[in-house]
Protein backbone atom coordinates (compact mmCIF):
# COMPACT_ATOMS: atom_id res chain seq x y z
CA UNK A 1 0.00 0.00 0.00
CA UNK A 2 1.10 3.32 -0.63
CA UNK A 3 0.18 7.11 1.03
CA UNK A 4 0.19 9.76 -1.28
CA UNK A 5 -0.46 12.88 1.20
CA UNK A 6 -1.79 15.89 0.36
CA UNK A 7 -1.67 19.08 1.87
CA UNK A 8 -3.25 22.32 0.74
CA UNK A 9 -0.90 24.30 -1.73
CA UNK A 10 0.18 20.71 -2.91
CA UNK A 11 1.00 20.76 -6.76
CA UNK A 12 -1.79 18.88 -8.80
CA UNK A 13 0.52 17.25 -11.78
CA UNK A 14 3.41 15.79 -8.72
CA UNK A 15 0.52 14.51 -6.72
CA UNK A 16 -2.24 12.86 -9.63
CA UNK A 17 0.43 11.72 -11.89
CA UNK A 18 2.27 9.38 -9.50
CA UNK A 19 -1.23 8.34 -8.11
CA UNK A 20 -3.02 7.36 -11.44
CA UNK A 21 0.12 5.77 -12.46
CA UNK A 22 0.56 3.83 -9.22
CA UNK A 23 -3.21 2.61 -9.44
CA UNK A 24 -3.22 2.01 -13.59
CA UNK A 25 0.38 -0.64 -12.10
CA UNK A 26 -2.67 -2.65 -9.45
CA UNK A 27 -0.90 -0.47 -6.37
CA UNK A 28 -2.66 0.14 -3.96
CA UNK A 29 -2.55 4.23 -3.25
CA UNK A 30 -4.31 5.80 -0.70
CA UNK A 31 -4.81 9.37 -1.03
CA UNK A 32 -4.30 10.92 2.48
CA UNK A 33 -5.18 14.84 3.18
CA UNK A 34 -3.11 16.67 5.54
CA UNK A 35 -5.49 17.86 8.37
CA UNK A 36 -8.76 17.40 6.59
CA UNK A 37 -10.43 15.26 3.56
CA UNK A 38 -10.83 17.93 1.38
CA UNK A 39 -7.73 19.81 0.01
CA UNK A 40 -7.01 22.45 -2.33
CA UNK A 41 -4.13 22.26 -4.62
CA UNK A 42 -1.52 25.14 -4.99
CA UNK A 43 -4.07 26.52 -8.59
CA UNK A 44 -7.20 25.92 -6.87
CA UNK A 45 -8.05 22.61 -7.72
CA UNK A 46 -10.12 21.18 -4.70
CA UNK A 47 -9.42 16.93 -4.00
CA UNK A 48 -11.55 15.17 -1.68
CA UNK A 49 -9.15 12.55 -0.26
CA UNK A 50 -9.35 8.85 0.54
CA UNK A 51 -8.56 9.19 4.65
CA UNK A 52 -7.74 12.27 6.44
CA UNK A 53 -4.27 12.11 7.79
CA UNK A 54 -5.51 11.42 11.61
CA UNK A 55 -7.06 8.03 10.39
CA UNK A 56 -3.60 6.38 8.78
CA UNK A 57 -2.25 3.09 10.18
CA UNK A 58 1.44 2.69 9.93
CA UNK A 59 1.71 -0.71 9.86
CA UNK A 60 3.70 -3.56 7.55
CA UNK A 61 1.54 -3.37 4.68
CA UNK A 62 2.55 0.00 3.71
CA UNK A 63 5.67 -0.01 1.11
CA UNK A 64 5.78 3.85 -0.13
CA UNK A 65 4.91 6.88 1.01
CA UNK A 66 4.57 10.08 -1.46
CA UNK A 67 5.39 13.54 -0.90
CA UNK A 68 4.11 15.59 -4.03
CA UNK A 69 5.99 19.17 -3.71
CA UNK A 70 4.39 23.22 -4.40
CA UNK A 71 5.79 25.78 -2.09
CA UNK A 72 3.10 25.59 0.10
CA UNK A 73 2.40 22.40 0.17
CA UNK A 74 5.57 21.18 0.80
CA UNK A 75 5.15 23.46 3.95
CA UNK A 76 1.90 22.13 4.93
CA UNK A 77 3.15 18.63 4.73
CA UNK A 78 6.58 19.04 6.82
CA UNK A 79 4.56 20.80 9.67
CA UNK A 80 1.83 17.47 10.18
CA UNK A 81 2.87 15.52 12.77
CA UNK A 82 1.31 12.65 10.81
CA UNK A 83 3.51 13.18 8.13
CA UNK A 84 6.35 13.06 10.08
CA UNK A 85 5.37 10.15 11.91
CA UNK A 86 5.41 8.60 8.59
CA UNK A 87 8.63 9.40 7.30
CA UNK A 88 10.04 8.39 11.09
CA UNK A 89 8.34 5.09 10.59
CA UNK A 90 9.71 4.18 7.16
CA UNK A 91 13.27 5.04 7.97
CA UNK A 92 13.18 2.87 10.84
CA UNK A 93 11.51 -0.03 8.66
CA UNK A 94 13.77 0.28 5.50
CA UNK A 95 10.33 1.83 3.34
CA UNK A 96 10.24 3.73 0.36
CA UNK A 97 9.95 7.61 0.87
CA UNK A 98 9.50 9.50 -2.42
CA UNK A 99 9.25 13.20 -2.92
CA UNK A 100 9.21 15.85 -5.96
CA UNK A 101 10.22 19.71 -6.52
CA UNK A 102 9.63 21.46 -3.06
CA UNK A 103 9.21 18.00 -0.91
CA UNK A 104 12.56 16.46 -0.62
CA UNK A 105 13.36 19.25 1.34
CA UNK A 106 11.07 17.88 4.06
CA UNK A 107 13.83 14.88 3.83
CA UNK A 108 16.71 17.15 4.01
CA UNK A 109 15.54 19.02 6.90
CA UNK A 110 14.98 16.00 8.69
CA UNK A 111 18.58 14.50 7.95
CA UNK A 112 17.26 11.61 6.34
CA UNK A 113 19.20 12.88 2.60
CA UNK A 114 22.65 13.26 4.17
CA UNK A 115 25.49 11.48 2.12
CA UNK A 116 22.93 10.15 -0.47
CA UNK A 117 22.27 11.39 -4.38
CA UNK A 118 19.12 13.45 -4.33
CA UNK A 119 17.64 15.96 -6.85
CA UNK A 120 14.45 18.98 -6.24
CA UNK A 121 13.47 21.74 -7.58
CA UNK A 122 16.23 23.93 -8.50
CA UNK A 123 16.97 26.60 -5.37
CA UNK A 124 16.06 24.21 -2.87
CA UNK A 125 19.68 22.60 -2.82
CA UNK A 126 20.60 24.43 0.16
CA UNK A 127 17.65 22.46 2.00
CA UNK A 128 18.69 19.04 1.45
CA UNK A 129 21.15 18.81 4.41
CA UNK A 130 24.65 16.94 3.61
CA UNK A 131 23.13 15.54 0.27
CA UNK A 132 24.67 15.14 -2.86
CA UNK A 133 22.08 16.80 -5.17
CA UNK A 134 23.28 16.14 -8.85
CA UNK A 135 20.19 18.12 -10.98
CA UNK A 136 18.88 14.84 -12.57
CA UNK A 137 15.16 14.17 -13.33
CA UNK A 138 14.51 11.22 -10.87
CA UNK A 139 16.64 10.02 -8.35
CA UNK A 140 16.86 6.98 -6.35
CA UNK A 141 18.96 6.77 -3.57
CA UNK A 142 18.36 3.50 -1.17
CA UNK A 143 14.92 3.61 0.20
CA UNK A 144 14.42 7.74 -0.79
CA UNK A 145 12.97 8.94 -4.15
CA UNK A 146 13.28 12.66 -5.18
CA UNK A 147 12.30 14.49 -8.04
CA UNK A 148 12.55 17.90 -9.83
CA UNK A 149 8.97 19.29 -10.57
CA UNK A 150 5.84 18.90 -12.48
CA UNK A 151 7.33 19.01 -15.73
CA UNK A 152 8.82 15.03 -15.13
CA UNK A 153 5.81 14.13 -13.04
CA UNK A 154 4.99 10.76 -15.44
CA UNK A 155 8.91 9.75 -14.92
CA UNK A 156 8.43 10.16 -11.12
CA UNK A 157 5.03 7.87 -11.30
CA UNK A 158 6.72 5.43 -13.28
CA UNK A 159 9.68 4.81 -11.31
CA UNK A 160 7.27 4.50 -8.15
CA UNK A 161 5.47 1.91 -9.97
CA UNK A 162 8.97 0.13 -11.47
CA UNK A 163 10.28 -0.20 -7.68
CA UNK A 164 7.25 -1.35 -6.44
CA UNK A 165 6.05 -3.73 -9.45
CA UNK A 166 8.52 -4.73 -12.09
CA UNK A 167 10.95 -2.79 -14.87
CA UNK A 168 8.67 -4.44 -17.32
CA UNK A 169 5.43 -3.27 -15.77
CA UNK A 170 6.52 0.26 -15.98
CA UNK A 171 7.55 -0.04 -19.70
CA UNK A 172 4.25 -1.64 -20.49
CA UNK A 173 2.52 1.27 -18.33
CA UNK A 174 4.67 3.79 -20.22
CA UNK A 175 4.47 2.29 -23.75
CA UNK A 176 -0.08 2.49 -22.85
CA UNK A 177 0.44 6.04 -21.76
CA UNK A 178 1.95 7.06 -24.97
CA UNK A 179 5.28 8.17 -23.30
CA UNK A 180 8.18 9.42 -25.10
CA UNK A 181 11.62 7.03 -25.11
Not at 54 to 62: A, M, R
Not at 93 to 118: D, S, V
Not at 125 to 137: I, M, Q
Request: hydrophobic share 40%; with cysteine.
Amino acid sequence: MVYVFLANGFEEMEAIAPIDILRRAGVETVTVGVGSDEITASHGVRVRTDIASDKIKLTKELEMIVLPGGSLGSDNLENSPEVQAALDYCTENNIYAAAICAAPKILGHKGLLEGRYCTCFPGYESELKGAKPNGKSVVVDGSFITAKGAGVSVEFGLKLAELLTSKEKAASLAAAMQCAK
